[in-house]
C-alpha cells in the first residue's frame, strides 16, 4: 500500500497573480539587484552605518572569488545567500512555467558557482576571498553554514525541476566538506553555525540523494547545539582575525543563536525567531526522515509555545527588533514589534514539517494564517515593494520622529542592504503547491492543508489518481474536491477544518453526509477524513461559513487588552488612514455590531472589504492647551469604520495602520 | 517701596524628613562614593560597555590634576560634575544646619580644587590630565562648560551659606577664562557646550557679583546656539584626537543638543530632556535679567509645548531611553520612557524661572507636580537608592527580558555609573526653602508657590516680616500664614489656586473672605491676591478640598485612552504587586466608583492610601493553549485596587506597577 504526490499545479486565481508577479517581476527585478544593474534605491532596514547597503555585488563577489575578475568582496558577509534564493526560486518557476532564457542564465549562474567552488568542496566568497585564514573560525557571525545551506536548498530545487546535476554535485562537494570538517573527530570543530539553516538543507539533500551521511550531518549539528555553551565565546577568543566578521554582532546572549541549552531542553521559543524557525523547520524534518521522537517532542513543546504564547495574530513572530527576537510570553506589543517577513517564511516552513509528522490543523491553520496575513503582506501588490517588519500598528509620525520605531516601515521600500526577505518570499510563493497537501503514505490519506484552486497528481498503489480541487476561497467558504481516476480506488481524503468556521457542512456527491449513513466521515485532529473507494468524477464539497469574527487576545497579552481584530476567512483585517481618517485610536467598536461585506473589484486589485458601524471620540474644546483633566466628558461620533485585508496595507497613501481596534 | 525674601527655614515634617536624609544619609554616603569608599554596587544606568562605572575615582581625580597624585583620569568626561554637586547639596545644607566639620570637609575640597584649577583660570579634570591640548575642541561631547557650570553653581551657594571667598573666587577665574575664548572676538571660539548648564549658572554668578559680563556671556551662549548648525560637526573634523571623548556619541542628531535652530525659532521641546530644561532655566533668567521679552517668549512657547503636549502626568519628561529625549507631541509610553529624575529636577528649576518673570500658578503647579512625584520618586525612603529612569508602568520580567526596557529598572539600585540623580537630588532637596515663595519686588507682592510649613523672614520698606505658614499638607488642604509685623505693613500676600483643587475657602482672621465684602481678594493667574494692610498676628487660611480625582488624559496620548490616573492633593497615585497581586492591567475601575482615603501612619513611613472597589478580569479555563478567540466571554471578580503616592513605589517587595489604570 502507498500513496505519493507526484506533481501539482496551482491554477488559484488569487495565488497566480501573486506567482506570476514573482516569474515577471520579481526575478528579473532581482536578477538586475544582484548585479547592481536596478536603478533602485536600496534602504537600510534599520539606522546603522555598520550596515553595507550601497549595492549588492552579489554577483560580482562570485566572479571575483571565481577569479574572473579582480577586486573585494563587498556586502554582508551572507551576501551569497541572495543569490541562492534567487536561484532556488527560479528552481521553482520553471518548473510552473519552463523558459528556456531563465533556465540558460540560471545554468550560467551555477557555472560560476562552481568556479567559484574551492578544490574541497568549500563555498563562500566572503571567505574565499577576504580571509581564506579564517574559514570557520567566527561560525557565531559567519553565516558560513548558513549560506552552504541556501545553496544545497537551491541545488535540489533546481535538480528537481530541470535534473541540471552541476548544481548538486556542487551541493553534495560543499555537503562532503562540511561533513568532513565538523564531528567530534579529532581533527573536526565541534560546532554549529550563528545562523541554522544548513540542518534543514542537509535533510533536503538527504531526501534526494539518500546519502546517509547528510541526515546525520543534520542531526549532529542539532544535537551539538547547545551542549557546549562555551563554543561561541572560545571561537572568538582563538580568532586571530582583528576586524568583527559582522560589527555590533558579538554582545548577544546565546538565546540568540538557541545556542543556550540542547535543543531538547529548550522550554521556550528563544532568540532570534528566523532562527528560532529555521532550526525548528531541520529538527521536524530530522523527526521524521531518522523517526526521531525525542526531536518531535521538543519540536511540539517549542510550537505550542510559541503558538500559544507569543505569535502575532497575523502569523508574525518576533517581538523586538532588538535581536530581531522573541522576548516573553504574553509580550506582544502592537508598534514596535519585528514580526520579520523571513520569520514568518519560516514559521511555514515549520508548520509544513510538522503536517508531515503528524495531521492535526493546527499546523496548517498557523501556516494558513502566516501565508495569507504577514508573508504576503510582506510583498508590495505591485512585487516590487518589500517590507522587512511588519508591525499591527503604525503612524509614520511616530515611525520617523522615535527613534524606537525607526524600523516600523511605513511605505515598502523597494530593497534592502540585508536582503533576505524579498528572495524568500519568491522562493516561497514559487513553491506555494508544495504545502496545498500533505500525504500519510501509511495510513494511505492524504490531507488538504489548503484550499487553492489546482490538481494534484498522486499515485496510489501504482494508480494514478488526480484531485481537481476548485474553491471560492480565500474570498468565499466553498471548496469542491473532484477525484479523477483509473480505477476505483480505495484512500482516505482528509479535509481541514479551519479555526476560522465553527461549522462546516461536507456534501459527497451532492448528497450531505451526516456520521454513520452511507459515508464514513470521521472528524479528528481538525481535519475531516472520508475513507471510501473513489470512483472517476466523484465529487466531495466542503462548505465552510465565512462569518467575519471578532478575535480577542488572551487577557495576559497587555497590548491587546479591551481590543478585538477582525478577521474574516484566513484573512485578518486592518484599518487604514486613508479609509478612516487619522488618530485610528480613537474610533472603537460597540458590542454586537452589525458587519457588512463586499468584495469590492476596483479596490486593491480586488479585495473583500468590511465595513461597520462604530463611534469616534470627538476632542472637545475642553483639550485646547490641556494635557490632564479630570471631569472629562467623554464624546463620540457615529462613523463607518473600513477594513481591508492585511496583507493588502500600505500600497495606497502612507498614513497610519492599526490591526487592534478598540472596543467600546 | 520695595520687597525682599531675607531668609527661609523649613519647619514642615514632610519635607523635613527628606532633608535631613540628605544630611544624614546622603551627603556622607555621596563622599564615600566619591572617594571610593563606599561598599557598594555602581549600577550602570544601560546595558553598555561603554560606560565606565567600577569605581567614582572623582576626588582622586583632583588630586591627580592638582599634582598631589599620579595617574590617570577615570570614570566619565563630566565626572567633576559629580563633585561640584555634592559641594552645592553641602552648601544648602551647611545654611539649615551649620555643621563645622562638614564645612571644614567642603573647604578642604574647595582648597584642593584650586589647586587642580589651571593657571588662566581652566578648571576640568580630564582634559588637564589627559588631553590637555583638546580643550575646549570637542564641545558637543566634552561637557567641559557643563562641569564649570556645576562648579560655579556650587561656588555661588557655598559662598551665600558660609561667605567662603575661596570657591567664588576659582568660579570667577574659571568664568573669565570662558568668557576670554569664547564670543564673536577674532580668537575666540564662537560655540557653546553639548550640554547646556553653563548658561544658567552664568546668570547664577550674575546676580551674586553683579558682574554684567557674566550675564552677557549666559546670553551669548543661549543666542549663539543652533545659528551655526555647522559647529559642532566642524570642531569634530578639525580635532586631531583619536578617541572619542564620550564612545558612541558622535551620531546624535543636533536637536538633542538643542543646536538645530537658534533658540528663538525652536517651536517645540526637542532632544535631551535634560538639556532642553537647563537651556530653559537659563533662558527665563536670562529674560528676566536681561528684561529680554524675545527670550521670555520663548520660554513661553517651549513650556507650553512641553506642558501640554510632552509631560507625563508625573511631572516627568523624556518620552524614549535613546537620547534620553522627547519625541513627539502626545507621544507618552508608559513602559518604555525615560522620565529621568534630572529632568524632572530640570522641569522644576525652569518653572521657578518662569514664576519669577511672572507670576502664573501653572509654572507652581508642574513644579509640584514635578517635585512631589517623579523628583522624590527618584529616591527610596531610606536615602540610598535612586532611580535615574522614572517609568509609569513596570513589569519586573519585562524589564529583565526585553532589551526595550532593559532601561527601566524595578527597584532602585544604589548608585549608578552616570551619578548625575542622586546629587541632582540632593541639592534640589537642601534649597528647597528657596522654591516656596517668589517676590513681585514692584508690585510689593509675595507669592506662595508651595505649601509647606516655614517661616519666612522678609523685608518690605526696610522693615522686617515674618510669615509663618503652617499647613496639614500634602496630605490634608489646609494652610494658614500668620505675619509678624514691626508695624502694620501694606503689601499683597497671594496663594495659589492649585490645579488639583476644584474650590478653595479663604479666612482671614476668621471671617470668610468674599469678594466685594470688607478685603479684597482677587483672583487672577491661579493665584488669590490679599491685598492689605498687614498687622502682627494676622491670620490668612485657606482651606483647599482634597478630592481624590480621576485624571484623563488628551485623547490623542494613545498610551493612556480608556485609561485613568488617580490623584489627592499634589500626588499622583499608582497601583503595586504587592497590594494588588500580579496582572494589573486586568483590574479595571468601574465609572463613578467611591475611592476611601486613609492615612496610614504604619505604611510607609506614613502616607495617605486610596481604596477602591473595581474588577479584575478572570482568565478562564477557555484561555488554556489559546492566544486569540471568538467569542470570548469576559468575567470578572470584585476586588479592591489599593493605590499609594506614586514617589513611594518600589519600598517593598519588587513586582508590577501601574499609574494608568483601565476604565471600565
Known amino acids: 500500500m502507498s500513496l505519493h504526490l507526484r506533481s501539482l499545479t496551482i491554477t488559484d486565481e488569487f495565488w497566480s497573480h501573486y506567482r506570476e508577479l514573482v516569474r515577471t517581476e520579481m526575478i528579473p527585478y532581482q536578477w538586475n539587484v544582484l548585479n547592481d544593474n536596478a536603478n533602485i534605491t ?34 554582508w558577509v551572507f551576501q551569497d545567500s541572495d543569490v541562492y534564493k534567487w536561484l532556488e526560486a527560479v528552481a521553482y518557476s520553471l518548473s510552473i512555467h519552463p523558459d528556456a532564457e531563465l533556465q540558460e542564465l540560471a545554468d550560467s549562474v551555477i557555472d560560476l558557482i562552481a568556479l567559484a567552488q574551492e578544490e574541497d568542496g568549500y563555498l563562500n566568497t566572503y571567505f574565499s576571498i577576504e580571509e581564506p585564514e579564517r574559514r570557520f573560525k567566527q ?249 522587512y517588519v ?27 542592504g540585508c536582503a533576505c526577505c524579498p528572495p524568500n518570499l519568491a522562493r516561497l510563493l514559487t513553491s506555494l503547491h508544495k504545502y496545498i497537501y500533505t500525504v500519510q503514505s501509511e495510513q494511505k490519506a492524504i490531507y488538504t492543508n489548503l484550499f487553492i484552486t489546482s490538481t494534484a497528481t498522486l499515485e496510489i498503489d501504482n494508480h494514478k489518481v488526480q484531485l481537481e480541487q476548485t474553491t471560492t476561497l480565500p474570498w468565499e467558504g466553498h471548496v469542491s474536491i473532484i477525484t479523477h481516476t483509473e480505477q476505483p480506488t480505495s484512500f482516505t481524503l482528509a479535509l481541514r477544518l479551519p479555526y476560522w468556521a465553527d461549522d462546516y457542512s461536507l456534501v459527497v456527491n451532492g448528497e450531505s453526509v451526516v456520521n454513520g449513513e452511507s459515508i464514513e466521515a470521521e472528524v479528528s485532529n481538525g481535519f475531516i477524513h472520508v475513507d471510501r473507494i473513489w470512483q472517476s468524477n466523484d465529487k466531495i464539497e466542503l462548505i465552510l461559513p465565512m462569518e467575519i469574527k471578532e478575535y480577542t487576545a488572551h487577557p495576559l497579552v497587555r497590548a491587546d487588552i479591551g481590543k478585538v481584530a477582525i478577521g474574516r476567512g484566513p484573512f485578518i483585517y486592518c484599518a487604514e488612514e486613508v479609509d478612516n481618517g487619522e488618530h485610528l485610536h480613537l474610533i472603537q467598536l460597540t458590542k454586537n455590531q452589525n458587519y457588512q461585506y463586499e468584495f469590492d473589484e476596483q479596490l486593491l486589485g480586488g479585495v473583500g472589504k468590511i465595513n461597520v458601524e462604530a463611534q469616534k471620540r470627538t476632542i472637545t474644546s475642553q483639550w485646547e492647551d490641556v494635557l490632564y483633566a479630570s471631569q472629562v466628558s467623554t464624546t463620540y461620533d457615529a462613523t463607518t469604520l473600513r477594513l481591508i ?14 490591526v487592534w481596534l478598540n472596543q467600546a
Open 139 to 387: 561560525l557565531a557571525e559567519s553565516h558560513e553554514l548558513y549560506c552552504a545551506g541556501h545553496f544545497i536548498e537551491a541545488a535540489v530545487a533546481y535538480y528537481e525541476s530541470t535534473h541540471n546535476e552541476k548544481a548538486l554535485h556542487i551541493a553534495c562537494r560543499l555537503a562532503d566538506c562540511i561533513d568532513a570538517s565538523f564531528g567530534k573527530g579529532e581533527h573536526q570543530i565541534q560546532g554549529y553555525d550563528g545562523h541554522e539553516e544548513i540542518e534543514l538543507a542537509l535533510t533536503k539533500l538527504y531526501s534526494l540523494t539518500k546519502e546517509q551521511r547528510y541526515l546525520n550531518l543534520s542531526r549532529y549539528f542539532l544535537y551539538e547545539r547547545g551542549t557546549d555553551t562555551t563554543f561561541f565565546a572560545r571561537q572568538q577568543a582563538e580568532d586571530s582575525g582583528t576586524k568583527p566578521v559582522i560589527a555590533g554582532m558579538n554582545h548577544r546572549p546565546l538565546e540568540y543563536y538557541q545556542a543556550h541549552q540542547p535543543i531538547l531542553e529548550q522550554q521556550t521559543a528563544e532568540g532570534h525567531a528566523v532562527r528560532l524557525v529555521y532550526m525548528c523547520t531541520a529538527m521536524a524534518d530530522v523527526a521524521l526522515l531518522a523517526g526521531d521522537t525525542a526531536m518531535l517532542e521538543a519540536c511540539r513543546r517549542l510550537w505550542k509555545n510559541m503558538i500559544t504564547k507569543r505569535m502575532y495574530i497575523t502569523g508574525g513572530i518576533g517581538s523586538t527588533v532588538d535581536g530581531e527576537a522573541f522576548t516573553l510570553d504574553y509580550d506582544l506589543p502592537n508598534d514596535t514589534m519585528y514580526c520579520e517577513t523571513c520569520a514568518s517564511i519560516g514559521l511555514i516552513f515549520f508548520a509544513f514539517n510538522m503536517l508531515k509528522n503528524e495531521a492535526r490543523s493546527e499546523y496548517a491553520d498557523v501556516l494558513e494564517r502566516a501565508l495569507y496575513n504577514t508573508a504576503i503582506g510582506g510583498m508590495a501588490l505591485d512585487g516590487k515593494h518589500f517590507f
Open 645 to 658: 485585508p492585511y496583507y493588502c496595507w500600505a500600497n495606497r497613501q502612507p498614513g497610519e495602520m492599526l
Open 390 to 416: 511588519n508591525p499591527l500598528e503604525v503612524h509614520p509620525e511616530n515611525s520617523r520622529r522615535d527613534p524606537g520605531k525607526s524600523h516600523v516601515k511605513f511605505t515598502r521600500p523597494e530593497w534592502f
Open 42 to 75: 536600496i534602504e537600510k532596514e534599520r539606522n546603522d552605518n555598520n550596515i553595507p547597503s550601497e549595492k549588492s555585488h552579489a554577483i560580482e563577489n562570485f566572479k571575483i572569488a571565481a577569479g574572473l575578475k579582480q577586486g573585494n568582496h563587498y556586502g
